[in-house]
């Protein structure tokens, strides 16, 4: 199957700094890619989905200038995490679907697990 | 909102048989149902997916309602390391974007 790849997969950082994240399909191209977040013990929540060439979609209450979306080609979108806090500490993973469309299964990277002092 | 309900967790003998159920009774025609699972601590992996056949591939088969109400996943015989939260997912119409509901902790026991 395809291969999606984060990096770094643990971070930690001090109060107030920026975090980036970064994910790559490996082998394939994605037009689109999601960022979800999860806290222990949670499920999944869908932050944004992000669109190669354009403007990141923010799912409701999740700030935008808090968490930089950037999608600047076919292979990668990276999530930077603005003047982090503790309550940011969390497990970030990012999914991508294949260019095309002719299916519907998402694959997703590691996870990077941000954890902010 | 998530369109499925899961039960909260499960546990299962190792070597059996085990049935995850899902309900997605506001499912649309046209929408797959999906199933992942996440291992602690790593991400989701794909196990399988369907409209409204029954699949079976290597890891689980996958049976739907003829309603499309709900459908059961299973593991034929379950190992520890099947140990994990399953996810039954219902895609978004016309788009790739996947609402997670809580799933449900399916612990296989030795």
């Known amino acids: 199957g395809a291969v999606v790849s984060q990096h770094p997969s643990r971070v930690i950082c001090k109060s107030g700094t920026s975090v980036k994240i970064e994910c790559r399909s490996l082998?394939?191209?994605?037009?689109?890619m999601f960022w979800y977040r999860q806290f222990p013990k949670q499920s999944l929540m869908l932050m944004a989905t992000?669109?190669?060439?354009?403007?990141?979609?923010?799912e409701q209450g999740v700030e935008k200038d808090k968490f930089l979306i950037n999608h600047a080609s076919l292979t990668l979108s990276t999530l930077t995490v603005t003047s982090a806090h503790p309550e940011d500490s969390s497990f970030y993973i990012c999914s991508a679907s294949l260019t095309g469309g002719r299916t519907g299964e998402l694959f997703f990277g590691e996870g990077s697990r941000l954890t902010v002092l | 909102d998530a369109k499925t309900t899961q039960p909260p967790s499960m546990d299962c003998a190792e070597g059996r048989a085990a049935n995850l159920p899902c309900n997605h009774s506001t499912i649309s025609g046209n929408e797959y149902v999906y199933w992942y699972r996440q291992i602690h601590s790593q991400g989701p992996q794909y196990i399988i997916h369907g409209l409204k056949n029954n699949e079976t591939n290597e890891m689980a088969s996958l049976i739907i309602t003829e309603d499309r109400k709900s459908s059961t996943l299973i593991l034929p015989h379950a190992t520890l390391r099947d140990t994990a939260v399953y996810y039954c997912i219902v895609r978004v119409e016309g788009t790739y974007k996947y609402i997670f509901g809580t799933g449900t902790r399916l612990k296989v026991l030795a």
């Open positions: 992000s669109n190669e060439g354009s403007k990141a979609t923010y």
């Open positions: 082998d394939f191209q994605a037009t689109t």
